[in-house]
């Protein structure tokens, strides 16, 4: 069994499997999902998990290069924004059109589903190295 970090099986073979670049992505409850990628669905009841409960466990095992955020966060969800803004410092930081997002989730290696539901707390997580 696994000493510590994140235990899900789906979600610790997705992260093996990143490269350079590579994106994965933390959804709301409501976000659609693109077809063929592959859903990591968390959720279990409206509100939980939280985003930023499965966001802080992710950021510990992850090199994060880069992070993609909906624009429309700041104003209609501005008490995520502000902890993401906490939690990213020194990353590099992208703002997009919500509608731009889901376009970019297309190319996600996978999109992980949480309960949240706060408006457009997304956000794509793009892998770095380690090195």
């Known amino acids: 069994m696994k000493k510590r970090g994140v235990l899900n099986k789906e979600l610790n073979t997705v992260f093996a499997s990143l490269g350079h670049t590579d994106m994965i992505v933390i959804a709301d409850c409501g976000l659609p999902i693109p077809e063929g990628v592959t859903r990591i669905d ?5 509100g939980f998990p939280s985003f930023l409960s499965i966001l802080d466990p992710i950021v510990e095992e992850l090199e994060i290069e880069a992070i993609t955020i909906a624009e429309e966060m700041q104003t209609h969800n501005p008490v995520m924004y502000q902890e993401i803004q906490k939690r990213f410092v020194s990353t590099t930081q992208h703002t997009v059109s919500h509608e731009r997002l889901k376009e970019m989730m297309k ?19 793009h892998s770095g190295v380690n090195f």
Not at 42 to 46: A, D, F, N, P
Not at 107 to 125: D, F
């Open 42 to 46: 968390l959720s279990v009841t409206k």
């Open 107 to 125: 190319s996600a290696k996978a999109v992980i589903r949480t309960g949240e539901a706060t408006p457009y707390a997304n956000m794509i997580l």
